[in-house]
Nanobody, 118 residues
Framework: QVQLVESGGGLVQPGGSLTLSCTAS????????IGWYRQAPGKERELVAV???????FYADSMKGRVTVSRDNAKNTAYLQMNSLKPEDTATYYC????????????WGQGTQVTVSS
């Protein structure tokens, strides 16, 4: 059974930082790209960042310059470090695992809530 479990969300003040984790089980983690997405209330889910199996990265404009994505294959875990957080970053953050050659092998976590507020 495949599971992706996000953690690290919470309440943070504007300008603060958080690091989210996404821990996978039931997959060969190293052959998956890991994407971080977010969804704010009333809005569509949007891409934040991706780290591929070779550890190359892509950052969407939404948080570029304020986030860093990384992975530790030995721990089956990917991370999203977020800095200079703004109230508009408030959302549920999800991780996604996408197999490098089989689009059918695509999995989502349950999400973790990030609230940026004073």
């Amino acid at each position: 059974q495949v599971q992706l479990v996000e953690s690290g969300g919470g309440l943070v003040q504007p300008g603060g930082s958080l690091t989210l984790s996404c821990t996978a089980s039931g997959i060969i983690f190293s052959v998956y790209s890991i994407g971080w997405y977010r969804q704010a209330p009333g809005k569509e889910r949007e891409l934040v960042a991706v780290i591929r199996r070779d550890s190359t990265t892509f950052y969407a404009d939404s948080m570029k310059g304020r986030v860093t994505v990384s992975r530790d294959n030995a721990k089956n875990t990917a991370y999203l470090q977020m800095n200079s957080l703004k109230p508009e970053d408030t959302a549920t953050y999800y991780c996604n695992a996408n197999h490098y050659s089989d689009a059918n092998l695509n999995y989502w976590g349950q999400g973790t809530q990030v609230t940026v507020s004073s």
